[in-house]
T-cell receptor, first 111, second 112 residues
Framework: ELKVEQNPLFLSMQEGKNYTIYCNYS?????LYWYRQDPGKSLESLFV?????AVKQEGRLMASLDTKARLSTLHITAAVHDLSATYFC???????????FGKGTSLLVTP | KAGVTQTPRYLIKTRGQQVTLSCSPI?????VSWYQQTPGQGLQFLFE???????NKGNFPGRFSGRQFSNSRSEMNVSTLELGDSALYLC???????????FGPGTRLLVL
């Protein structure tokens, strides 16, 4: 069974600081997704990572994938309040079509 | 391009009743997946359909079922509702496996 672990689960950071969220998964996969969820809302797609060494950037967020280490990171640069949300990583099963989600990282950016 | 739509958005039912939720994918998307989100269990996969065929089912009891129509619209049904079925039910669509899955706004189900 594919298990996905995110850490930290809660993160409070000051505006302007950098931080990294980690996503580890237990078995081989060839697709990893990052999503953002605002309170009471649905999931917004941030990144799709499909190969070892893939790196994608959008604004202050950068995601990377190391399939050998079974690790993805979401790096936040110079955080701003608007980035406050819950961030999920989701890993696709090689033998199926399901996405297995981590528990999410609840990020709060304070002045 | 219109996004994934789900109806109804909110639903209140009592234990023992059944419920049907609907999902219309983004135009051209043939894969539709359903997920249940609860504070305790997080996001859990229910099932995935592609061209009217269920390709994958998650670890949920048989009370949870679904189907997909020829126009790719999908429905899921929960029979004999239990209190623990209270959740946000999310539908996602994509062209296929290795592409972005776009999520709808969800149906929030409360079972009393």
């Amino acid at each position: 069974e594919l298990k996905v672990e995110q850490n930290p689960l809660f993160l409070s950071m000051q505006e302007g600081k950098n931080y990294t969220i980690y996503c580890n998964y237990s078995t081989t996969s060839d697709r990893l997704y990052w999503y953002r969820q605002d309170p009471g809302k649905s999931l917004e797609s941030l990144f799709v990572l499909l190969s070892n060494g893939a790196v994608k950037q959008e604004g202050r967020l950068m995601a990377s994938l190391d399939t050998k280490a079974r690790l993805s990171t979401l790096h936040i640069t110079a955080a701003v309040h608007d980035l406050s949300a819950t961030y999920f990583c989701a890993v696709g099963e090689n033998s199926g079509y399901a996405l297995n989600f981590g528990k999410g990282t609840s990020l709060l950016v304070t002045p | 391009k219109a996004g994934v739509t789900q109806t109804p958005r909110y639903l209140i039912k009592t234990r023992g009743q059944q419920v049907t939720l609907s999902c219309s994918p983004i135009s051209g998307h043939r894969s539709v997946s359903w997920y249940q989100q609860t504070p305790g269990q997080g996001l859990q996969f229910l099932f995935e359909y592609f061209s009217e065929t269920q390709r994958n089912k998650g670890n949920f009891p048989g009370r949870f079922s679904g189907r997909q129509f020829s126009n790719s619209r999908s429905e899921m049904n929960v029979s004999t509702l239990e209190l623990g079925d209270s959740a946000l039910y999310l539908c996602a669509s994509s062209h296929d496996l290795r592409e972005t899955q776009y999520f709808g706004p969800g149906t929030r189900l409360l079972v009393l």
